[in-house]
């Protein structure tokens, strides 16, 4: 049972446009919501997170939206640049553990 | 402060063999969390470790096993390799119950 559902499973953005990921999750006890960027040969590496008390948090050109009655959050990606092409993981997990459920990735490619 | 490392970070066996790998944290991280990476599952949580003692574990068999010393670097250990545990191992940290999670770069094991 997929706990994190990650929607588009590949996108392809031209630069300086807007990459727009999104995910959905199931339980309610979740309260932290990472997003990860993996480049090739590379471990997942922390991008933005947010805790569900806030609806969106912004750093640099990265934005999480996070609406909690729908159990959706997303990533916003402004200015894509292609040095974001990457794979994007998001996450959820309890704040009391460490036990982390991730989405199945979005392959993101931005083309000059 | 260094990253996260792990050992080796390829590795080659035969079915029915057993592997053992090896994840150093970042200084002062007590917990140490191990996924398997496949294209078609993403990241699944195999376990997590805390102060040498199992805090978590995810849905995988018995074959699947870790540990934890003292000094916090953790080995996860797979016997009976089957085909289908070919896959990228990653190891992460985290300080103390930060959710916080850094990631290894990986091992990737190939069982033929």
């Known amino acids: 049972q997929q706990q994190v559902k990650q929607s588009p499973q590949s996108l392809i953005v031209q630069k300086g446009g807007i990459s727009i990921i999104n995910c959905a999750y199931e339980?309610?006890?979740?309260?932290?919501f990472p997003w990860y960027q993996q480049f090739p040969g590379k471990g997942p590496a922390l991008l933005i997170a947010i805790r569900p008390d806030v609806s969106e948090k912004k750093e640099g050109r990265f934005t999480i939206s996070f609406n909690k009655s729908a159990k959706q959050f997303s990533l916003h990606i402004m200015d894509s640049q292609p040095g974001d092409s990457a794979t994007y993981f998001c996450?959820?997990?309890?704040?009391?553990?460490?036990?982390?459920?991730f989405g199945t990735g979005t392959s993101l490619t931005v083309i000059p | 402060k260094a990253g996260v490392t792990q050992t080796p970070r390829y590795l080659i066996k035969t079915r029915g063999q057993q592997v053992t790998l090896s994840c150093s944290p970042i200084s002062g991280h007590r917990s140490v969390s191990w996924y398997q990476q496949t294209p078609g599952q993403g990241l699944q949580f195999l376990f997590e470790?805390?102060?040498?003692?199992?805090?978590n574990k995810g849905n995988f068999p018995g074959r699947f096993s870790g540990r934890q010393f003292s000094n916090s670097r953790s080995e996860m250990n797979v016997s009976t390799l089957e085909l289908g545990d070919s896959a990228l191992y990653l190891c992460a940290s985290s300080y103390g119950s930060s959710n916080e999670q850094f990631f290894g770069p990986g091992t990737r094991l190939t069982v033929l």
């Open positions: 339980n309610t006890a979740f309260d932290y």
């Open positions: 470790y805390f102060s040498e003692t199992q805090r």
């Open positions: 996450a959820a997990s309890m704040i009391s553990g460490n036990q982390f459920y």
